[in-house]
């Protein structure tokens, strides 16, 4: 199993971004898979989860009406796209997967928002 993300950067407060988990080695379309961030002296917190392209999703009570979860099973890949983006925002995101009782990571990437 591994789990790439990618589309981290610096934007200013009020920009969007657009994050890519890169999935393999499991079935990615019954998959649940979830995009969590921690943000610097804060524990990890989950931001969303989505079970496979246009399945069911669950976003955590900040972020709702500013990120949208995606996924593409042809491409085996999962989006987040964040807008509206302030500066309590920053932390290292990363996309999580549990595949036969075993929990998986991604190596994160790095979201900054300036004010």
């Known amino acids: 199993v591994q789990l790439v993300e990618s589309g981290g950067g610096l934007v200013q407060s009020g920009g969007s971004l657009r994050l890519s988990c890169a999935a393999s080695g499991f079935t990615f379309s019954s998959a649940f898979l979830r995009w969590y961030r921690q943000a610097p002296g804060k524990r990890r917190e989950l931001v969303v989860g989505?079970?496979?392209?246009?399945?069911?999703?669950h976003y955590a009570d900040s972020v709702k009406g500013r990120f949208t979860i995606s996924g593409d099973d042809a491409k085996n890949t999962v989006y987040l796209q964040m807008d509206s983006l302030e500066p309590e925002y920053t932390a290292v995101y990363s996309c999580?997967?549990?595949?036969?009782?075993?929990?998986?990571w991604g190596q994160g990437t790095q979201v900054t928002v300036s004010s």
């Open positions: 989505i079970r496979s392209s246009g399945g069911s999703t």
């Open positions: 999580n997967v549990m595949v036969r009782g075993r929990d998986y």
